[in-house]
């Protein structure tokens, strides 16, 4: 049996940096793969002592995701699975109209999983995602069914 490894690398983006104290990296690149932890709004999700929505979170999120795939040279194309939790199932829609926003015009949507959990590590957060991307994918040329 050989020992193939493929290169392996941690994906840094300005604007979602590792934390000195954290016993996590946001992102790793394996290959043409993207493996990045799950993301939060945090420190983001009270302005004005007022919470913001699920859908605002969620956006936050999603461009934080985006960050660390353009840091490798990709796209929000290149995102294909989408792991989701909310604490409330109620704010479902509020993903659903985030994700289309987001995804807008690109013709097909990352594979998804959404769950309800009881709570996320700060109370006033109310979603996190995580993600994989592949840079040799692109949801762009995904044709619809037939």
């Known amino acids: 049996m050989s020992d193939v490894r493929l290169n392996a690398s941690r994906i840094v983006a300005a604007g979602v940096p590792d934390l000195d104290h954290a016993t996590w990296t946001n992102g790793i690149r394996i290959g043409s793969e993207l493996v990045l932890s799950g993301m939060t709004a945090h420190p983001a999700t009270v302005t004005a002592n007022q919470p913001i929505s699920t859908y605002e979170q969620a956006l936050i999120v999603l461009n934080k995701i985006k960050s660390l795939v353009e840091a490798e040279g990709g796209s929000i194309a290149n995102i294909a699975r989408l792991t989701v939790y909310v604490t409330d199932i109620a704010d479902k829609d509020q993903i659903t109209r985030a994700r289309r ?4 015009g690109l013709g097909a949507y990352p594979t998804s999983t959404l769950v309800a959990v009881s709570g996320l590590v700060f109370p006033e957060l109310t979603v996190e995602i995580e993600a994989s991307a592949r840079l040799d994918f ?3 040329q995904i044709r619809p069914p037939q």
């Not at 926003?101 to 807008?104: L, R």
């Open 101 to 104: 926003v987001f995804f807008a």
């Open 138 to 140: 692109d949801l762009r």
